[in-house]
């Protein structure tokens, strides 16, 4: 399994403690040190970019892209999407987990306020990627411009993230 952007590497440890081999990649050297002082078993983490994955064509099973897409350009999330369908074995799975813009009366929730608030004080470029992320129709739209089909689907944080399995045609 590889996680995409693993951050301090909580899926990876989760999946190596659940059998799997698990490697992360992210591009920021102190998330992978993090990641690898938190250990875990069939665990391993590399610093690397999600744009240029330093892997052979069809290296695994399953890959992760969790909340890694919405703070990018669309034309880096395509090559991140790219990237993770190239590693990607022919009968492997690509999971994806994201913002979806709740409905209009969900608005004012206050998960959504704070998962505002946290994108709005990450930065001016993430707070673009994320403005045009949500604008752009969140995952679904996302799905729909790349043209994935989902296979399962679960929701989280009030519906707000939303997570779907996608197999590799």
Known sequence: MLDIASGTGA???????????????DLAESMVNVARSMGGANTSYIEGSALELPFDNESFDICLLILALHEHPESERATILKEALRVLQPCGHLVIAEYQEPSRAWKLHPAWQLIRGVEHAAGAAHRSG????????????????????????????????????????
């Open 11 to 25: 899926q990876c440890r989760d999946a190596g403690n659940a059998g799997f081999d698990a490697t992360g990649i």
């Open 130 to 169: 994320f403005r045009d992320f949500v604008s752009r129709g969140s995952l679904t739209g996302f799905e729909e411009r790349h043209g994935l089909t989902s296979t399962e689907e679960v929701r989280s944080h009030f519906g707000m993230i939303r997570a779907v399995a996608i197999p590799r045609r």
